[in-house]
């Protein structure tokens, strides 16, 4: 795997951010380490009724439920297809576990802090940024986990229903 | 945490035990019973709350427990009727005890109810007035007591304790030190039960005590200092009248404190070693620690056996037991819950293991297939006899619940000016503790409103013409895999119009919507609509009903309503039996595997065979069993694509007693489930109300039979039926 790393000059006197990125469909994604329990090969999904088609159901992780969010799906590029190659994340969201599934892992860097630029004011995706990092040619965007495994529809990607009557 | 403190710790966990058993025992008393056995009972629950509290330094416990104890006396020896018994100040009492338990708990300073303290002291005060004149005493029947020897004589008391009297944690020398508080005590051990070295067990108590007490103090006095550190049965007053063949005395102490100092075990390493320990100047320390002692040296043994052996009994007419009744020996344990569920856990990963056993053996040559065949079918029976035996652990009867309700209803009926009779039934059936744990709050809940909103005020109830008394009937009984428990009241039933109202003034109706009853009843449900005219202490903030309905259906339960206007109102939880474990039929749909319960499973048709058809609008039908019931095609309905396969229709009935026909494209068979929680994971998927893991480690969803009626509704009235519909989540 190749290294990525930060200008010296910033690296030097900050805080450290490890980073886990991955690929989605030749874009760069990357959530903190800390928030990734593990990573394990596709496994097909049992599909779960009345969802949107980002939630493509859930796996046995060990004897756990396991929800899995296709994130190219999540991102309004369509439904991955999947194939043994493609790599799910196993991430911890608040007090759930949720399974992402992307393309590749890339690999994992440090970056400081200090280099996370917030995310641009448009933002296709329903605030899934939760900023944007450039490292060497690449930009790295980095996800907000909770907003990225979401089981609701995204506001500008699915359309939204009326809800129950409340 | 240190040993003290885990002891400190079981015994607050004990005495929740105790003021429950003793909540009870009042209960029992105010519904009439004047059994001796139920104020023994109360009686014990509060004695060892007190001692306890005692022996453990939760000195603000115990003048409550005291105070109580002295009033339940009177109680229990006759002097005071039950039925007279003052059981608004008992329960109070009870009250504070627990308030003060709950405060030890948590390390706060308890709370304070001196008014109690001095309510019980003149109750006690003044039952031994009434005794001048006494009633028919409770205890004559079962065994009419001697009169208490009195002062001018003194007493003679013999302590036999049981041999696990240090580990009891006891330390004698305090207690009969604190004797002295009486009067003067004499106090003989004996120690000829001691025995020999290699025999010798230092933690068994092989002693026994004669105290001889000049005092004026009456019996129960003595028996209240006594009872701190010894059970009732290791008591025995020997009256006067019989000839006190101690004789001589083995090892005397004149009581005097400062021969009593020090713990057993510190009396033992002090007497440890100490060769010439003559056996009349050993003193009391001698006698006490005489087990422990011997282990320090032959010498301390020989002292000990030289001692004079104590004289046979007297006649059993001499010893007076002071408590007949000993409670019955309690052969449970106490296990900490998370070791259940673990255990619950793995019986859970037995069954898919075995299941994956099967599907496996599936692939093997006949011949092999076979061998194992008969070894998974030992093991299906073995692991189902397992898992019968782990939920058995974990079952509880509802009893626990319901018998807080006679309080609630007590209180509140009082506090209304409504005349309330509670009635239960089935309060036997057993839910896994869990589920009993939650229940407690809806059902409190449910109850309050049944009195407050459900039952009229006793005139109204007159020109109603229905008794004054109202009727609460609580009821819990297994239907299938599922427990139903019933709150009924013969009230005013629900009042629809100011639901309708409400509703509509809310903005949850449309104001030209054309509901039916039971709509308008299910609003009851919705948050934020709650029509009792004012808000009271006890009901009517609108966070009521729909706080109930989120609490059951996070346990996996429903519940519903049924009223009729004048006549009363029903509501009905309907709980699953267990968490872990279901039986379930697996059924092939559009290529997925889906779970059915069994429960809910009347029988399975082949589709031919059940005259399919269609009603206008499009709404498919099937006869099941003579009647017309709705056709749900799961692939349809669950959106898994490739409808029309279907060969079999699965006859189910829901808990509402809808019968529905599930078509499907095949059954493949019929296994155990482990329920796996979607919720924990993702949250709440309509049609399916938890997952389980094949043997082929896929997961499958378990349909939610009950949710299928709502669900085929809901689609009828999508906008796009072909678009896919998201289901909106819980907030």
Redesign the interface.
């Known amino acids: 795997m190749s290294e990525f790393h930060a200008p010296a000059d910033q690296a030097a006197n900050a805080t450290m951010r490890k980073i886990v990125t991955f690929r989605v469909d030749q874009r760069t994604f990357g959530i903190d380490v800390a928030a990734v329990r593990e990573i394990k090969g596709w496994h097909?999904?049992?599909?779960?009724?009345?969802?949107?088609?980002h939630?493509r159901?859930?796996?046995?992780l060990r004897?756990?439920?396991?929800?899995v969010y296709d994130l190219r799906a999540r991102i309004g590029l369509g439904i991955t297809a999947a194939t043994p190659a493609h790599v799910i994340l196993v991430v911890d969201v608040h007090e759930?576990?949720?399974g992402l599934l992307v393309d590749a892992v890339s690999d994992i860097i440090d970056v400081p802090a200090s280099a996370v630029r917030p995310p641009p004011d448009v933002q296709t995706c329903d605030q899934m940024l939760s900023g944007v990092v450039i490292v060497g040619e690449e930009v790295v965007s980095l996800l907000a986990l909770d907003r990225a495994v979401d089981?609701?529809?995204l506001v500008n990607t699915?359309p939204t229903?009326p809800?129950?009557?409340? | 945490m240190d040993p003290m403190a885990l002891l400190k710790q079981s015994f607050l966990e004990e005495c929740d035990e105790l003021l429950s058993a003793l909540e009870r025992c009042l209960q029992e008393m105010d519904t009439g019973a004047t059994d001796t056995e139920t104020v023994n009972a109360a009686f014990r629950a509060i004695h060892s709350i007190k001692g306890g509290a005692g022996a453990f330094g939760f000195t603000e416990i115990v003048p409550y427990a005291h105070g109580f104890e002295a009033a339940l006396d009177l109680l229990r020896n006759g002097k005071v009727r039950v039925a007279d018994a003052p059981l608004g100040l008992f329960l109070r009492t009870a009250d504070a005890v627990g308030a003060c338990v709950g405060a030890a708990r948590s390390g706060q300073p308890a709370p304070q109810f001196p008014d109690l303290i001095e309510a019980l002291r003149q109750f006690v005060s003044g039952g031994g007035a009434a005794a001048a004149a006494p009633v028919m005493p409770l205890a004559a029947a079962a065994a009419p007591e001697p009169p208490p020897v009195e002062a001018a004589c003194g007493h003679h008391i013999r302590i036999t304790p049981h041999d696990d009297l240090f580990r009891r944690l006891v330390e004698p020398p305090q207690i009969l030190q604190s004797l002295e508080t009486l009067g003067e005590p004499v106090l003989t051990c004996d120690v000829s039960a001691v025995p020999l070295l290699a025999a010798l067990d230092p933690a068994r108590c092989n002693l026994r005590f004669d105290v001889m007490l000049d005092s004026a103090a009456t019996r129960e006095q003595v028996e209240d200092v006594l009872e701190r550190c010894f059970d009732a049965d290791e008591l025995a007053f020997i009256s006067p009248a019989a000839p006190a063949v101690v004789s001589p005395p083995a090892v005397v102490m004149r009581g005097s404190a400062d021969g009593m100092t020090g713990s057993v075990s510190g009396a033992a390493a002090a007497t440890a070693g100490d060769e010439a320990m003559p056996a009349g100047s050993a003193g009391y320390e001698a006698a006490a620690v005489a087990a422990p002692a011997v282990s320090a040296g032959d010498s301390a043994l020989a002292a000990a056996r030289q001692l004079p052996l104590m004289s046979p009994l007297p006649d059993a007419s001499g010893v007076v037991p002071t408590l007949k009744n000993r409670p019955a020996m309690v052969r449970t344990i106490r296990v900490d819950l998370d070791r259940v569920d673990r255990l619950m856990n793995l019986v859970g990963e037995i069954v898919i293991t075995q299941s994956m056993l099967i599907d496996r053996s599936r692939d093997l040559p006949v011949l092999h297939a076979l061998q194992l065949t008969e070894g998974i079918e030992a093991l299906t029976r073995q692991t189902r006899e397992l898992q019968d035996q782990v939920m058995a652990v974990r079952a509880q009867p509802v009893k626990t619940v319901f018998q807080r309700m006679p309080r609630v209803v007590r209180d509140l009926a009082t506090m209304l000016g409504k005349q309330v009779r509670l009635a239960t039934c089935g309060e036997d059936t057993e839910v896994d503790k869990t589920i009993i744990e939650e229940l407690a709050d809806p059902l409190t809940h449910m109850i309050r409103n049944a009195l407050d909103h459900g039952l009229e005020n006793p005139d109204e109830r007159i020109s109603a013409g229905k008794p004054v008394e109202g009727v609460v009937t609580l009821s819990a009984e297994q239907r299938g895999g599922r427990i139903v428990i019933t709150i009924a009241d013969d009230g005013r039933g629900l009042p629809r119009d100011k639901l309708l109202a409400k509703a509509i003034s809310r903005g949850v109706m449309a104001a030209d919507a054309k509901p039916s009853a039971a709509e308008i009843d299910a609003l009851i449900f919705h948050a934020g609509l709650s029509t009792a005219e004012a808000v009271t202490d006890v009901s009517g903030r609108g966070v009521g009903m729909d706080v109930v309905k989120q609490n059951v259906e996070a346990l996996g339960g429903r519940v519903t309503v049924e009223s009729e206007p004048g006549k009363g109102c029903t509501f009905a939880l309907s709980l699953p039996l267990t968490l872990a474990v279901a039986d379930g039929m697996v059924v092939k749909v559009a290529g997925q595997r889906i779970i059915v319960p069994i429960s809910s499973i009347m029988e399975t048709l082949q589709i031919a065979n059940c005259r399919p058809g269609s009603l206008p609008g499009g709404s498919e039908i099937v006869r099941l069993r003579g009647q017309v019931a709705p056709l749900i095609r799961l692939a349809d309905l669950l959106e898994l694509g490739g409808s029309g396969q279907e060969t079999v229709v699965i006859s189910a009935e829901t808990d509402r007693g809808e019968i529905i026909g599930i078509a499907v494209d095949e059954i493949l068979g019929q296994q155990q489930v482990v329920v796996k929680s979607l919720e924990a994971s993702f949250g709440p998927v309509a049609g399916a109300s938890a997952a389980t893991i094949l043997g082929d480690g896929m997961v499958a969803l378990i349909l939610d039979i009950d949710a299928l009626p709502a669900l085929v509704a809901r689609r009828g009235q999508r906008p796009q039926p072909d678009q896919p519909v998201l289901v909106p989540h819980a907030a």
């Open positions: 097909p999904a049992t599909p779960l009724p009345h969802v949107p088609p939630v159901g859930v796996i046995n004897g756990m439920i396991l929800a759930r576990v949720a089981a609701n529809p699915y229903l809800s129950e009557a409340a």
